[in-house]
């Protein structure tokens, strides 16, 4: 019988919001437990959602860090309740701008940078027509080493540039800044157009839209626990849909498997079974549906499927 494995990261307090047990007067409690009761009643939750599937649902491991953990980092600009320039993000419910001054749980060097951009587009006179709608900051795992994505829907100006310029020599450990429009491919402004990453000891090569875990410390964990319940054994067959990067495929190729398939719904970033020597790995890039029954069809043995069913390319259908 084909192992199937499920990987699924537990963090979102609107997840839970969701179960009558947890609701009350219609919020989630969640957040007025300290941290041990939450990882309980998410524990719980999950036993009930599971019940049918498993006889045994393991606890929710929790996490060491809790603060400054987001390597990955996403912020809107615009003017707060003062009119005043801020960051912040858009509420997907009403799709307005809510200013934020700081986040726990942003990377400590993103919040440095953020404060130096909110004080230099003051003194470059750019405050109340900043031209960048969103900016993401990549922050490399094992080096503070951070990647910019500025997204303009017009040409850049030249007030704008020295901002950039000036924002660079304020830190040092930016190395690369690229704009998008939004439509076109990304531009490199100065410096690398994408950052170098590691996660379970393989090499990932970066560009600012990467969906990488946004935290490698947590995803590593993850990743541990699925090749730990995995037991891929030698000459194994493996396929993989979803999961980011193929990092599955490549750990169960280091696990000794043969053959490794890698279905993704979007074309990759780059060959991370080349760039990290690892031979054996067939890549399909388009419906994942289709590629499953065409290896299927072609009578391919598969003693491993790993899904992730809160990943795009991961419908019922599949």
């Keep these: 019988m084909t192992n199937i494995i499920f990987t699924r990261t537990v963090g979102s307090m609107e997840t839970y919001a969701k179960c009558p047990a947890l609701r009350v007067c219609g919020h989630c409690p969640l957040m007025e437990h300290p941290y041990h009761k939450q990882l309980e009643l998410q524990s719980n939750y999950l036993r009930t959602r599971f019940a049918e599937l498993a006889s045994c649902v393991e606890p929710v491991i929790g996490m060491q860090q809790m603060e400054g953990f987001l390597h990955y980092v996403e912020v809107h600009f615009g003017l707060d309740w003062r009119g005043k320039f801020a960051s912040g993000l ?96 990304p531009s490199t402004f100065w410096g690398r157009p994408a950052i170098e990453d590691s996660l379970c ?15 490698p410390s947590q995803a590593e964990v993850l990743y541990t626990k699925v090749m730990e319940l995995a037991k891929v054994q030698d000459g194994d067959i493996v396929i993989d849909c979803c999961t980011t990067h193929g990092i599955l495929t490549l750990l169960s190729m280091r696990e000794g498997a043969s053959q490794g398939y890698l279905l993704q719904e979007f074309t990759p970033y780059c060959d991370e079974a080349a760039l990290n020597g690892i031979e054996h790995v067939e890549r399909f890039v388009g419906n994942n549906e289709k590629h499953l029954r065409q290896l299927a069809n072609r009578g391919q ?12 390319g991961c419908e019922r259908s599949l």
């Design 90 to 185: 858009i509420s997907t419910g009403q799709n307005q701008f809510i200013a934020l001054r700081t986040c726990m749980l942003r990377h400590p060097l993103a919040e440095r940078i953020l404060r130096s951009i909110n004080r230099l587009a003051s003194t470059h006179g750019i405050d109340t027509s900043f031209p960048a709608t969103k900016l993401t900051l990549r922050i490399r795992s094992d080096q503070e080493q951070v990647l910019l994505c500025f997204t303009l829907p017009e040409r850049i100006e030249s007030t704008f540039t020295s901002f950039l310029y000036a924002l660079r020599r304020e830190h040092a450990k930016i190395v690369g800044i690229v704009l998008n429009d939004g439509e076109s491919k």
């Design 301 to 312: 043995r598969c003693d491993t499927l790993f899904l992730s069913p809160s990943e795009e």
């Design 201 to 215: 000891s393989l090499r990932f090569s970066l560009p600012p839209t990467s969906d990488f875990p946004s935290s």
